[in-house]
């Protein structure tokens, strides 16, 4: 059985959560991990990703994607546009990088064909995925099938958040033994600020929601 496999690594809350879950689900000596320059304001969140892998004992790869940036006006790539601090109703954050995730997992996907790999494993959640389209569940099973005929692999997409609330999320890090790992050392906030983050932008306030439900639910 091919155990071999590739998280794509962000260096926030969800991705890190992947990381190990994957390393405890197909062993540490069979994950790898890739993640993108693709213009982000904070490339900080590689230097964190990078930091985690190397201290799990995993090889991180990035791959630079500068074409996204070029490609997508948002609030995620250019300094000149406001971070939302509340999700729009009709419309999606203006965090929203058009089709990013699907390009994302193409990219993974091409590095993981060359180098033998057939599990990917991504943080994309439909649960809690405001409001960003290349997060829900039928994109990525719609995505698997495209990429297995594009590229005559049998790739298979795992994503182990896609159905978890933020708590239950906080919940798979405890149960992984690395809760303070993404608690200190991930970055999830939109300005770019390791941790607990700024609190005020939407990424973490979702966070901290999610954490402060786990901690209730543990009676913490």
Known sequence: MNNKTLVV????QDSTTCLFWAIDKFGKENVSAIGFD???????????????CKNAGVEYTVINTPIINELSANALTRSDIEVDTEKPEDTPP??????RNMLFLTYAGIYAKTHG???????????DFSGYPDC?????????VTMNLAMDYNF?????????????????????????????KTLTCYNGIIGEGCGNCPACKLRSRGYREYKLMNNE
Not at 45 to 52: G, K, Q, T
Not at 117 to 127: D, F, H, Q, S
Not at 161 to 178: P, Q, R, S, Y
């Open 156 to 184: 298979c997409i795992y994503t182990p958040l896609m159905w978890l609330t933020k708590a239950e999320t906080w919940e798979l890090a405890d149960k992984l033994g690395v809760l303070d790992t993404v608690y200190n």
């Open 94 to 99: 203006n965090t929203l990088v058009e089709g």
């Open 136 to 144: 829900r569940d039928i994109f990525i099973k719609s995505l698997n």
């Open 9 to 12: 690594l962000s260096g926030g």
């Open 38 to 52: 693709y213009g982000q304001r904070h490339k900080l969140e590689l230097e964190c990703a990078s930091e985690i």
């Open 117 to 127: 790999i057939k599990n990917l494993v991504t943080g994309v959640c439909e649960t």
